[in-house]
Every structure is written in structure tokens, then in C-alpha cells.
């Protein structure tokens, strides 16, 4: 399977199964799609008015040699692999709900406010040593190991943060395993010995920020939406990335209708100094007034150009900066397993509620029939466990023949639940926004390559 697309004026061709990526010319990009399926006669006589003969001949044998070095039209060797075949899963990471509570009020808050549609409560400390204990016993062979500190905002509960983090260190030495750990927050608490203590202990932090001041504070509402949480977060934010060498972390931004100029907000954040920029595509019900809809579409895709080529003029500048979704290993890429399964939600990750309670994602926490089981108790519902364990781009119709499947692995499986209620069909807009980036990804790629930078 080939995927043909056009983007700043360019012509491109990927081949799903190799993974192998092509500029091309017009007429290489025209003729691809007929190369397999006519003779040489029925492409000379159907493209004539537009290119010469020899120009056609000069194409058939510039696409035979890539077909015959595997580079394009190649084969789909997984589809037959079954999953189980590829190791037994073993659990890797959990999301941490620290506090379901939150200080700030934002408008699009999939958390319902930081208490997921349940009371306000904070992880105690023997709930996370628990959690801790099930993560290692649940591990198997597999030494590194992820811990995310999430909420809400869960530096409402330092101090059993900084206690957990004591207890897996002493964990680790006597089990033989290593833990990393990332930190998200709202910015809010930060400052002083807290700073200090993220710098120490978490390989990554993750900073919710909208972008430019206007879009920010118009959903990330302060506690009694009277004040600025751009002023309040962002010299915050600036003081932690210095202070960690500006390495090992993304500032975090949702888009909305309100702001389809998105790009702008990437830029924004770059020139105030982050350099670990993401912009994600907020996902709520189409009759909230900040959804986006399909008539957005066009926009969106437009704004994601823009923001591939003003990086590679920032680049190419000496002001240079990584937007996430553009970060895609276009030449070794994931795993097979990951290329199949993606996230791993539900198997390899798992979210812990403050009360023990296991879920496949931190998305889908507070939803009864995914309810796995606890940190006490282990996996008891083993059928859920099942369903998202025989979950892949060969279970889902609308991945199956998807040029991208390789690459996004299915879809973000929360956003499949949340829209659609199931696991096997994904998130419409989800869909075509991924693939945009994905060949924007590429375009960005390209605009470096002919910097030499890549």
C-alpha cells in the first residue's frame, strides 16, 4: 500500500509496510497510483497529453526500481502475527492520580475538575506504596519502569510524592529495577524546594499551557476565575526549564475552536523560551461551543503547514524548537508490538486512582465497566483486560487498510471510548488530524534535509 499526499507545493509517496518516504516529481507522483495496477501501454496512453513518452518510461523505471528494492509497493508482513506471539505483556507504567482535586478551572477539564466525576480526594501514602509494590510484582523481566504523577494536579499532595518517590528508590535497589519518573502540573505550586525537588527526581515534567495569554486564561481559569493564570504560570515555568537546562520536558497545550490559529501559539511558547513544545486537539462532544467540528478541518490542516515551515525557518534562524507531533521516527520507528498495539493502555499502562482503584488509561478513569481491578486486589476483570489485550490495527475495520496505521498504532484508544463508546472504532477527527501530522511531519523532514540537517 502507497499513501500519496502534497504539502508546501511538494510531492510525496510513503509505502505503508517498509516505511520508506519519497520526494517526488509531478509525474512519479501521478503515475504511482497506476504503476501496479495498468501496463506500461495503458500509462502511456492515459498520461500522454501531460508528460512525453520518454518522460513516462524514465518514471516506470524509476518506480521499478524502488518496487524491486522494497522501497515501495512492499508487502504487509504482520498482518498474520498473532500478538501473543510477540511476549507476553507485562505492565511498564502507571499514571498516578496523586490528587483528584485541582486548583485551577478549566473549561475543557476531561477530569471534571480534577475529580473525574467522583469526590475530591488525595492518594495516601500506603495507597501508593501499594501501587508502587503491584507495578514491580507485575513487571516481570522488564527493569526500567514509569511512573507518572498526575491529577488533577497532584502537587496538592507533595509530600506523599516525595515519600513514594523514597519508596521506589529503596524498592528498586532490592528487585533489580530502575523507575523514571514524570511529573504533570498546572504550574500553579511551583517555586522554591519544589522546584528543587522535581529537578532531582523526575525525568520529565509536563507543563499545561495554552499558548498566548489571551487563549490560555480564556479555559485555564484560575480557582475563582478572577485572575490570570498565564501571569501566574508562565514566569513559573521559565524559572523550572532554566533551572533544569532546558531538557526533559514539554510544555503542554490543548487548541479549541476558539483558537484554529494554533500555530500561533506553538510559536509563542518558543519565543518565550520552551523549547519541547506539544499542541494537542481538544477532544469534547460537538455540541460544546469550543469542539472542533468537521468544517474545522481545512483550517487545522493549513495551520499545521504553516507551523512545519515557520520551525524550519526558526531552524534554520539558530531559534529552533520540537513540536511533538512532528517528532515521529520516520526510519526505525516503534517496535512491532507498538506499530500493532500502540500505547499499550490497559496492558503495558495502567492509571491508579487515590483510592487503588486500576484503570487502561487515565482517560477512562471514573468509567465503571473499565474498572480493572485495584493495587490491593490485582487485575480482576479479566475480560476487559482481554479485549484491550487482543486490541490492533487488524481489529479495527477503519485502521486495517490505513497507510498510517504503522505509525499511530491505532488511534489513542481513550478517544475511541469516549466518542464513539468502544475500542475498535477511533476517534473521527482524531483520525485525519494524525494523519496530517504525520505528513507534515514528513514536511518538516524534508524542509530540514535541505538544510542538511537530516
Not at 528498586?172 to 519544589?194: D, P, Q, R
Not at 497507510?403 to 476517534?427: D, H, M, Q, R, S
Request: charged fraction near 25%; proline fraction near 2%; aromatic fraction near 10%.
Amino acid at each position: 500500500m502507497i499513501h500519496k499526499f502534497t504539502a508546501g507545493g511538494l510531492f510525496f509517496l510513503v509505502d505503508t509496510a517498509s516505511g520508506s518516504i519519497h520526494a517526488a516529481d509531478e509525474a512519479v507522483y501521478d503515475i504511482a497510483s497506476d504503476f501496479e495496477t495498468e501496463t506500461a501501454q495503458a500509462i502511456i496512453r492515459k498520461y500522454k497529453t501531460k508528460y512525453s513518452e520518454a518522460e513516462i518510461a524514465e518514471c516506470l523505471e524509476e518506480l521499478t526500481e524502488l518496487k524491486n528494492a522494497g522501497t515501495l509497493y512492499s508487502r504487509d508482513i504482520y498482518e498474520n502475527i498473532p500478538l501473543k506471539e510477540l511476549g507476553k505483556p507485562v505492565v511498564k507504567a502507571l499514571c498516578m492520580h496523586m490528587a483528584h482535586d485541582c486548583n485551577l478551572k478549566c473549561g475543557y477539564c476531561f477530569g471534571a475538575g480534577g475529580a473525574f466525576n467522583g469526590e475530591k480526594q488525595l492518594m495516601s501514602l500506603d495507597t501508593a506504596k501499594e501501587a508502587i509494590n503491584f507495578v514491580i510484582k507485575n513487571s516481570g523481566s522488564r527493569k526500567n519502569l514509569e511512573i507518572d504523577f498526575f491529577g488533577g494536579e497532584p502537587l496538592m499532595n507533595l509530600n506523599v510524592i516525595k515519600e513514594t518517590v523514597a519508596y521506589a528508590r529503596q524498592k528498586e535497589k532490592e528487585h533489580g529495577k530502575k523507575f523514571n519518573f514524570t511529573l504533570t502540573t498546572n504550574g500553579v505550586l511551583l517555586g522554591g524546594e519544589t522546584n528543587r525537588f522535581i529537578n532531582e527526581n523526575m525525568q520529565n515534567v509536563v507543563l499545561s499551557l495554552d499558548g498566548r495569554k489571551e487563549v490560555n486564561d480564556n479555559m485555564r481559569k484560575t480557582a475563582n476565575s478572577a485572575g490570570s493564570s498565564y501571569d501566574i504560570i508562565v514566569p513559573k515555568f521559565l524559572e523550572l526549564v532554566k533551572a533544569r537546562d532546558y531538557k526533559n520536558y514539554y510544555v503542554r497545550a490543548t487548541f479549541t475552536a476558539d483558537n484554529l490559529d494554533f500555530s500561533n501559539d506553538a510559536l509563542h511558547l518558543a519565543r518565550l523560551g520552551f523549547k519541547e513544545i506539544s499542541v494537542e486537539p481538544v477532544v469534547a462532544d460537538e455540541t460544546l461551543p469550543y469542539a472542533l467540528k468537521g468544517e474545522h478541518l481545512d483550517e487545522i490542516y493549513r495551520q499545521y503547514e504553516i507551523l512545519a515551515q515557520k520551525m524550519a525557518e526558526a531552524n534554520k534562524e539558530g531559534n529552533g524548537f520540537n513540536f511533538f507531533h512532528f517528532n515521529i521516527d520516520l526510519e526505525g520507528g516503534p517496535c512491532v508490538y507498538k506499530r500493532l498495539a500502540g500505547c499499550g493502555a490497559g496492558t503495558e499502562y495502567l492509571a491508579v486512582t487515590p483510592s487503588g482503584d486500576l484503570y487502561p488509561c487515565h482517560q477512562l478513569v471514573g468509567k465503571s465497566e473499565y474498572l480493572l481491578g485495584s493495587v490491593y486486589t490485582g487485575i480482576t476483570n479479566t475480560e476487559a483486560g482481554r479485549k484491550f489485550r487482543n486490541t490492533n490495527v487488524y481489529t479495527k475495520p477503519n485502521c486495517k487498510n490505513c497507510w498510517a496505521k504503522f505509525i499511530c498504532g491505532g488511534g489513542c484508544i481513550a478517544n475511541a471510548v469516549n466518542t464513539n463508546g468502544n475500542l475498535e472504532t477511533p476517534y473521527e477527527y482524531g483520525c485525519k488530524l494524525m494523519k496530517k501530522r504525520i505528513e507534515c511531519a514528513i514536511l518538516y523532514k524534508y524542509y530540514l534535509s535541505e538544510q542538511n540537517i537530516c
